[in-house]
């Protein structure tokens, strides 16, 4: 593929309108590709999109952790991970210029930077394990821009009075106080869609926009079939289905569908205004909140575990997590949510959940992106493998996947990001990838009864999610 005067009439076909679909729908129509439609099996915001969600974690510029993925911030519940060719000063340089590449979208783009609110952000731990984690690996005591908190009254004293009012057993972590925080995601994700939409892009979404199957034909890839018949052609397709990319392609075990689980609790007015501008609290081994949202008044929670995965055998034998959507959680996953609470806000530890998600991301082996042309099918580019840090790079993700349909990629991004099988050769499906909490290993879907999950009423709130 020539890097020279792209072809911007030749048709480019994106399956998925979640996050780095609508990212790559955006950076295409601003170079301004012509002829892009979009597929999802549901309208934008998809219901089953990781990026449709109240809030996630955000860290503005240099990087503060080495190894790739991008720093413990971004990388929210995913705390470390010593990428196979991402150590050392190779991985942080291209850590670096992922973060200072998505810095700049939310720090000067239109279309997201209403989004971003720069709070500072707070990441802890409270067990000798996860301390040694936090303080020999992530450094962050000897970070210049982290103060250092080791008392329960100075995390107290880092939200105003009545917010924190637990006890912070054996707590210990850093704050920065700026330079981080956290995005109205949903927002930011249905900006991307109206943007490209505007710019020209063709979203078919809803029962009409599902694909069914990639249209194979001589040994290509040459568009897709949707789940009621129709072909849809193009020059170039992407694949950006996210954790549900496995079921249209074999990935050779790259991805790993895994699902996290979020709660929401319903605030009044008034305590929204005391929890309004709060630093992100993080604690990488029980869980992590930001502020309320604004529409609805709600405060979303994250218990934080190593990920659940749901095993089938395929038909050909091979052992695959299956996502699937459920707006309930494992009573395991309540019972940590309220954990997290007694020790942080208690007052807050027993109100009634008013919603709550298990939410499905796909992680690669060592946790980089998966962004390039398929080695067999030189039509297919594949926008996958966003490993729990995919979203805060929503406003440059986009341009790498475009840079690949115009082989131009960088070529440290190019080597980072490539199809890479053999990292995935007899996998350990149940290793953590270098995430605490709850039990801390892997748990399976398959494992927790029927009358094992809440049942949290929704109420008339209108479509949700
Ligand atoms: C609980 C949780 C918290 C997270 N927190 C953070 C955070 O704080 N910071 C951060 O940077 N990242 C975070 N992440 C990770 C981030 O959300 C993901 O990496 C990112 O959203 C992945 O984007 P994606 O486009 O690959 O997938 P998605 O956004 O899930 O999009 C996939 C799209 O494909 C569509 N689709 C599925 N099947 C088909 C089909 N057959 N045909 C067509 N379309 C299809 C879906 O409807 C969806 O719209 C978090 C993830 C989870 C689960």
């Known amino acids: 593929m020539s890097s020279s005067s792209p072809d911007l009439n030749s048709s480019t076909l994106i399956i998925g309108a979640g996050t780095w679909g609508c990212s790559t729908a955006l950076h295409l129509a601003r170079r301004g590709y012509k002829n892009v439609t979009v597929l999802d099996p549901y309208p934008v915001p998809s219901p089953i999109s990781a990026g449709n969600d109240i809030n996630k974690i955000v860290e503005q510029g240099t990087p503060i952790s080495l190894p790739f993925p991008p720093s413990p911030l971004t990388d929210n519940h995913f705390n470390t991970n010593p990428g ?42 409270h067990t000798p394990d996860g301390l040694t984690q936090l303080t020999k690996r992530e450094m962050l005591d000897q970070k210049a821009d982290f103060e250092w908190l080791d008392t329960p009254a100075a995390f ?39 943007e490209a939409k505007r710019l020209g892009v063709t979203f078919i979404t809803g029962a009409k926009g599902g694909v069914k199957e990639l249209l194979i034909e001589n040994g290509d890839v040459i568009g897709a079939v949707t789940n009621h018949g129709k072909q849809y052609r193009a020059k170039t397709t992407i694949l950006a289905a996210g954790a549900n ?19 929401h609790i319903k605030m009044s007015r008034e305590e929204c205004k005391l929890y309004k501008d709060l630093p992100v609290l993080f604690n990488i081994e029980s869980g992590f909140f930001m502020e ?7 405060l979303k929670i994250c218990d934080e ?6 095993w089938t055998v395929s038909p050909s034998g091979n052992k695959e997590s299956i996502p699937f959507a459920k707006h309930q959680i494992p009573l395991e996953a309540e019972t940590r949510v309220r954990g997290f609470l007694k020790d942080t806000m208690p007052q807050l530890a027993s109100r009634p959940f008013s919603f709550a998600r298990i939410c499905w991301c796909a992680d690669t082996p060592d946790r980089n992106f998966l962004i390039d042309r398929h080695p067999e099918y030189p039509s297919l580019v594949l926008a996958v493998g966003g490993s729990g840090h995919g979203f805060m790079h929503i406003t440059s993700v986009g341009g790498f996947v475009a840079d690949t349909v115009e082989g131009k990629l960088d070529q440290r991004l190019k080597k980072a990001f490539r199809w890479r099988p053999e990292t995935a050769v007899g996998r350990n499906w149940e290793d953590v990838q270098g995430r605490r909490g709850g039990p801390n290993k892997m748990m399976d879907f398959g ?7 809440t049942h949290i009423q929704e109420r008339a709130m209108g479509p949700r999610l």
């Open 84 to 125: 196979s060719f991402s150590d050392g000063e190779e991985g942080a340089s291209i850590s670096e210029t992922l973060l200072q590449l998505a810095t700049e979208g939310w720090l000067t783009d239109p279309i997201f930077k209403p989004y971003y609110h720069n709070t500072g952000y707070i990441i802890c731990a």
């Open 156 to 194: 107290r004293a880092t939200m105003p009075e009545g917010v924190l009012t637990g006890n912070f057993p054996r707590w210990k972590g850093g704050f920065k106080r700026t330079g981080a925080g956290w995005v109205f995601a949903r927002g930011a994700l249905v900006s991307a869609y109206k």
């Open 245 to 263: 990319a496995p079921q249209l392609l074999d990935m050779k075990d790259q991805l790993r569908p895994t699902a996290w689980t979020l709660a």
């Open 292 to 298: 309320p949202d604004a529409e609805k008044h709600e």
């Open 305 to 310: 575990h190593p990920g659940y995965c749901n």
């Open 447 to 453: 494992n927790v009864k029927e009358n094992e999950w």
